[in-house]
């Protein structure tokens, strides 16, 4: 099998099949990939697009072709000697619904269920009204109106023998210890003697399976002839006496069923963000874990997978702890795999979102993470800091919206007394258990606690830190210290003391120097509960709310940017480069994702803004004036409000197609559909004037309306035209970013991740537009063309140079492997005019020398030329200096270009002559 060289990411779902991807494998092999990098496959929920809802965590997913279409995939790979990657989610599985069966198991038996510590339940809870019960928040309704409304109804699903509560999709099953009290209601006599051997299953020694036999023998008695039908209307809700023998079997069972409001405040047990549907998983324990793993061991031994990508690390107990036993039984596992199917190593990744100055911590024993931070340190390359002043005021003054840092204090307050409200109250609960431990600090009281904690969550400028038996790790104290300092700025001194004391609870007094015992147990238990708190509340506050209230320039905001930072320094990219390539040498490298909000190349189009600042400023003015009669004037502020039309005409600006014609109606209104499902989601997701709990349909209805006039309307041409004019003075050195973005992804320390259909132009907005399907026909046409590189310039616009530059970088790759897994770093200086226009380093090996040359905020060196490449002239006296001593051997460089002579300096003009990037290898 190939060496780890390059990965692509495919969706998998119904539409798009493992079988599918078998006759494209030869395609991903010309292009210079190593590893498919797959979407979950085992089991999900019916219909799933992404597969992170897996309801049967033991089967090979039957909509993708099962467990026989997996090793068709696989067999294909090994003919090329290529390897699989596999996404997979520990945190959660699918639950609501009727197709978990371990959730179904815990709805019937509660407590007596063997999946009932699988799941992150608090059976404990301070509401009276649940007393051991678990919150079943599913109902489209309150639960009296649901009941009132027959919408309740007692059924009998005849295969399986089970009397169960439908609701929609949704199916609630009763306690077979119950079901006398349904039985009874018979007139059959079978039915009424099979209630009388069911009151008799309190009192077996194995109920669980006593009561299959027996629900089995209920099956084949009803499937025989004998009527359900009188036991089950005595339960019929919309009369009386039923409404009250409904409601009493309903309060009889182990769960509670209530509105789908009720979750954010009453929720007792962990869910994947504020999504009701996924329940948290408690892998930390050793039956959960092996049970949710077993089918991807089998995978590993037997040759079929050879990594793993882990969703969600975040989401965990404890990632550290995880992490060290998941890489020790993959290893242990490598002695059994085939010996055709042997690996030195078997990689784990983990999706981490990686703050301000943080690292991924190397005690976890994992290969890296999935790359975002390799996106953001690209992005933050590509924007002039030069435009970060106008670009503020310009967004300042139109919006009148605060600062982005305030933005995201402002949404974390909003989260955490929202959609995240009990999952907060949890933790204040459990840290108000662990004051009543100690005399000293048994006064504090919960609204106390409450106060302290939202503050201090409201401020941590991480995902979260991994506090464990031994404190917090000296990696994450410079973030809680900063976290604290926030949160004494926003509380008055009176709570400072109690700031105080959440500082020793939370990893300042490690739980390992209380004796075992009940308070040992209740700390370790805040802090994990703390610890899942911050990540969710930073998620939901900062990606999916903070993102879609701030657009000082949108480019800037993505999964794992810190949109806070506008820029940086060459300096700043070369620290990361060499640091990943010391710490984490084979971390993937992503540039685009299944979860990014904007297509890599709609970024790097966006990023060109930064250098013209300005520009924007009175274009901006100029389509407002323009747009002026398409807003409306609603009771609650103008529609769409000036901050969601900078927003939008953001959008338009680094998405609009290359090949879009104004005067093709079809090809316009396929574009405004797709800018009207991206601009729902913004509104609902900033939650400002929409959200997805309480849609404001004028408001949602008007900015619609505005996207349509724009886009369609005769009387709006002279928008539309001013419009599409500034998206392609864009789109030539968009083009030139993105081609960069390509070339760095492809040549810096890791491992390079394609996202799927990204080999051309990406200009998707985020999902699901950017999971459409892809045309790889078109794709495998241009790379077997073998297109000369001037021609591929001329038509630049088609994306078969991007396509071009992938392979021909990937396929040195391949020919060098250990150059760029493992060679040295070294940042190249740049001297004459335009130096700070360029980026050079050097990777180093044994016996071999690379050099990559990329210009950087170069719009104003490219001009009106109509073709991403910077005349040769316009670099003037720019030149590289190379620190090694001089070869007789010459740079040849992308695309057969001609060669570079030896010389310890090296012109941009020569470089950079022919194609936009370079990539030099040194020909002995």
């Known amino acids: 099998m190939k060496p780890l060289t390059a990965t692509v990411r495919l969706q998998f779902h119904s539409d798009f099949t493992l079988d599918d991807a078998v006759g494209l494998v030869p395609y991903f092999a010309r292009l210079g990939i190593s590893h498919v990098y797959a979407s979950p496959i085992l089991k999900a929920r019916a219909g799933s697009r992404h597969g992170y809802d897996v309801v049967d965590p033991t089967r090979v997913n039957p909509e993708l072709g099962g467990e026989a279409a997996l090793e068709r995939l696989v067999a294909a790979l090994r003919q090329h000697g290529m390897g699989l990657i596999l996404d997979t989610v520990s945190n959660h599985m699918a639950v609501g619904g009727a197709d978990n069966p371990w959730w179904q198991s815990l709805l019937a038996w509660g407590r007596r269920s063997p999946y009932a510590e699988f799941f992150d339940i608090q059976w404990h809870s301070a509401d009276p009204l649940l007393a051991g019960q678990l919150l079943l928040p599913f109902l489209g309704s309150d639960y009296g109106v649901a009941l009132r409304n027959g919408e309740l109804p007692l059924t009998f699903e005849g295969d399986a023998g089970v009397l169960q509560v439908a609701h929609y999709e949704h199916r609630f099953p009763i306690c077979p210890l119950d079901y006398p009290r349904i039985l009874r209601h018979s007139e059959h006599p079978q039915l009424r003697a099979l209630a009388q051997r069911f009151s008799t299953l309190s009192a077996s020694a194995d109920p669980l399976e006593d009561a299959l036999a027996l629900q089995a023998e209920l099956a084949r008695t009803v499937n025989a002839g004998a009527s359900l039908d009188d036991a089950l209307a005595a339960f019929d809700s919309r009369s009386e006496d039923g409404f009250k023998r409904l409601h009493q079997l309903l309060e009889h069972q182990t769960y509670r069923l209530a509105s789908w409001r009720t979750a954010a405040d009453d929720i007792n047990w962990r869910r994947f963000f504020d999504i009701n549907e996924l329940g948290g998983l408690r892998v930390e324990r050793a039956v959960v874990f092996e049970a949710t793993h077993a089918k991807l061991f089998e995978l590993i031994e037997r040759g079929l997978v050879d990594g793993l990508r882990i969703d969600h690390i975040d989401g965990l107990a404890d990632p550290r702890g995880y992490c060290r036993k998941l890489r020790r039984r993959v290893d242990s596992l490598q002695a059994w795999r085939p010996l055709e199917a042997a690996v030195e190593h078997v990689p784990i990744y983990v999706e981490k979102i990686l703050g301000v100055d943080e690292h991924l911590h190397a005690d976890w024993l994992t290969d890296g993470t999935t790359g975002y931070e390799f996106m953001n340190q690209v992005s933050l390359l590509q924007h002039d800091p030069a435009g970060e002043v106008p670009l503020t005021e310009l967004w300042s003054t139109v919006s009148e919206r605060p600062e982005f840092a305030e933005e995201v204090r402002q949404a974390r307050h909003l989260v955490l007394n929202a959609s995240l409200a009990g999952d907060c109250e949890s933790v204040a609960q459990a840290l108000l258990q662990v004051a009543r431990d100690d005399l000293m600090t048994r006064d504090l009281t919960l609204g106390a606690i409450r106060r302290a904690l939202q503050a201090l969550v409201e401020h941590y400028p991480v995902y979260r830190t991994y506090i464990n038996a031994i404190g917090r790790p000296a990696e994450d104290e410079r973030f809680f210290q900063q976290a604290l300092l ?97 710490d984490f040498p084979d971390n993937l490298l992503a540039t685009a994702t299944h979860d990014h909000k904007r297509g890599e190349d709609c970024r790097a189009r966006l990023a060109v803004l930064s250098e013209r600042g300005p520009w924007l400023a009175s274009r901006i003015e100029h389509w407002r004036e323009l747009a002026a009669p398409l807003r409306e004037a609603l009771a609650d502020g103008p529609a769409p409000s000036p901050g969601d039309e900078m927003m939008l005409l953001q959008t338009l600006l680094g998405s609009w197609p290359l090949d879009l014609d104004l005067d093709d109606q079809t090809a316009l209104r396929r574009y405004a559909e797709r800018i009207r499902q991206w601009q729902q989601k913004a509104l609902r997701e900033a939650k400002l004037r929409s959200a997805w709990s309480a849609p404001n349909e004028a408001y949602e209805h008007s900015a619609a309306a505005y996207v349509d006039g724009l886009l369609l309307d005769r009387e709006n041409q002279q928008l539309r035209k001013s419009l599409a004019d500034a998206a392609q003075l864009l789109a030539c050195p968009g083009a030139l970013n993105g081609l960069v973005q390509c070339l760095l992804r492809m040549t810096s320390p890791g491992v390079p991740d394609l996202y799927q259909g990204n080999e051309y132009w990406d200009l998707s907005l985020v999902d699901p537009d950017n999971r459409r399907p892809v045309d790889y026909a078109s794709r495998r046409a241009s790379l077997d063309a073998s297109t000369p590189l001037a021609e591929l310039l001329e038509h630049w616009r088609d994306g078969r140079i991007k396509q071009a530059l992938i392979a021909e970088v990937l396929d040195c790759r391949q020919a060098r492997p250990e150059l760029f897994r493992r060679g040295d770093y070294l940042p190249l200086s740049v001297h004459g005019r335009h130096a700070d226009k360029v980026l050079a380093f050097a990777r180093l090996g044994e016996g071999e020398r690379a050099i990559v040359v990329v210009p950087r905020l170069a719009s104003e060196l490219l001009g009106s030329a109509s073709i991403p490449l910077i005349p040769a002239h316009n670099w003037d006296d720019t030149r590289l200096v190379l620190p090694f001593a001089e070869s007789p051997a010459n740079w040849t460089g992308l695309f057969a270009s001609r060669a570079v002579s030896p010389s310890r300096e090296l012109l941009l003009s020569a470089v950079l002559a022919e194609s936009p990037v370079n990539l030099l290898i040194q020909q002995s």
Do not use: I, M
């Open 486 to 582: 926030g949160a004494r700025q926003t509380l008055s001194e009176a709570d400072w003391p109690l700031l105080d004391q959440l500082e020793q609870w939370l990893g300042g007094q490690p739980w390992r120097r209380l004796p075992p015992g009940r308070p040992r147990k209740h700390l370790r238990h805040a802090c994990v509960r703390f610890q899942q708190l911050t990540a969710p509340s930073a998620a939901k506050a900062v990606e999916d709310t903070a993102f879609y209230r701030s657009a000082r320039l949108l480019s800037r905001n993505d999964v794992g940017f810190e949109a806070e930072r506008f820029s940086a320094p060459p300096e700043q990219f070369h620290n990361e480069a060499q640091r990943r390539l010391r």
